[in-house]
């Protein structure tokens, strides 16, 4: 049933905002007081879109409401009137959603959405943090959080003691010719919810000298390579990082990458001289990044040729350098 939008409050806002790619932690020690770190960058596509309304109660509509995703937006939006103590409620019409459980920050992608979108409708005036602490987004990444702020490549500076949402410490523009396959299993979902928090919990300790490693490549070389555009630079540094976290996460997930289809396209992909590429987050889904468009149409129909399991799936994107779109309307 849907919830009646209240007579005098017609005017919805409108959220499109977008995937990103964790492409790895630098700092699984934390020796130092502060551990996980983390490189991400904000995508063009998929996308979560959604409407959302005032009204009387808590209802959705559209491609997600007879699905887990629109059932967890209406509770995100009853947990959000419930903490901040308001008279009225919701409806939301979600229009498209990222895919869940496949690595591209889902989750807190769509949790933003409903919440910025509720502070809007309600003149709340709250921020992306407001929203992240509410909603338990942002735990160990602040990846997600600053893609939905400013898009682009984020660095976060990972959790110390007293640390409520992993800052962001640095921020660059991801080169506008660059271009990213996305390699999908969609026969697989990756590790999320208390099976996350337990395999954080029962994972080897990460060494001191690794992360000193994996933090001198992220400042030194992947950051620099952005700045001058140096594929080849970046893809060394990114591929670095998917080896050891990747490697360290094994026991979790079933070896450095969570789907073995997806593995096996990535090793291919580079006997085909492929220089940046690995899983995001927890995957399953992989991601290969290329110079230009040309070079990435080329691979994707190669892949496309080769690759023809049911479970597969390829999408050619690029990277966004703005934040989320909230509009009224």
């Known amino acids: 049933m849907t919830a009646e939008i209240l007579p005098n409050n017609r005017n919805g806002v409108h959220?499109?905002?977008?995937?990103?790619?964790?492409?790895?932690?630098?700092?699984l020690n934390g020796g130092l007081g502060r551990k996980f770190g983390s490189i991400g960058v904000s995508l063009s596509e998929p996308a979560t879109?959604?409407?959302?309304?005032?009204?009387?109660?808590?209802?959705?509509?559209?491609?997600?409401?007879?699905?887990?995703?629109?059932?967890?937006?209406?509770?995100m939006a009853k947990h959000l009137a419930t903490s901040?103590?308001?008279?009225?409620?919701?409806h939301l019409n979600i229009q498209q959603l990222i895919t869940e459980h496949a690595g591209l920050g889902s989750g807190t992608q769509l949790a933003l959405a409903v919440g910025l979108a509720m502070s809007q409708l309600y003149s709340l005036d709250l921020t992306i943090k407001d929203i992240a602490l509410?909603?338990?987004?942002?735990?160990?990444?602040?990846?997600?959080?600053?893609?939905?702020?400013?898009?682009?490549v984020i660095i976060d500076g990972g959790r110390a003691e007293k640390t409520e949402i992993p800052p962001v410490i640095a921020r660059a523009e991801f080169p506008e010719e660059?271009?990213?396959?996305?390699?999908?299993?969609?026969?697989?979902?990756?590790?999320?919810?208390?099976?996350?928090?337990?395999a954080f919990r029962s994972l080897p300790e990460f060494s001191a000298e690794s992360a000193a490693k994996l933090c001198r490549y992220v400042l030194m070389q992947a950051l620099p390579a952005l700045a001058e555009k140096d594929l080849h630079s970046f893809g060394l540094a990114i591929r670095e990082l998917q080896q050891r976290t990747g490697d360290h996460f094994a026991p979790a997930q079933g070896g450095r990458y969570a789907s073995k289809k997806v593995s096996q396209i990535l090793e291919w992909l580079e006997t085909q001289g492929v220089q940046c590429m690995g899983q995001s987050s927890w995957g399953p889904t992989g991601f290969a990044i290329f110079a230009d468009e040309?070079?990435?149409?080329?691979?994707?129909?190669?892949l496309q040729n080769r690759y023809t399991d049911s479970d597969l799936g390829f999408m050619l994107c690029k990277g966004r350098n703005e934040g989320a779109l909230v509009t009224s309307f």
Not at 49 to 75: I, N, P, T, Y
Not at 84 to 90: I, M
């Open 178 to 198: 660059w271009r990213i396959i996305l390699i999908y299993d969609h026969g697989l979902r990756g590790v999320h919810g208390n099976q996350e928090v337990e």
């Open 134 to 152: 509410m909603t338990q987004r942002g735990a160990r990444s602040g990846i997600g959080l600053g893609t939905f702020a400013a898009g682009g």
């Open 15 to 27: 959220v499109i905002t977008t995937a990103r790619l964790h492409m790895g932690f630098f700092d």
């Open 84 to 90: 901040l103590d308001l008279e009225g409620g919701v």
């Open 294 to 302: 040309l070079k990435a149409s080329q691979l994707l129909a190669d």
């Open 49 to 75: 879109e959604l409407q959302a309304f005032k009204a009387d109660g808590f209802s959705v509509e559209g491609q997600a409401s007879a699905h887990q995703a629109g059932q967890r937006a209406l509770s």
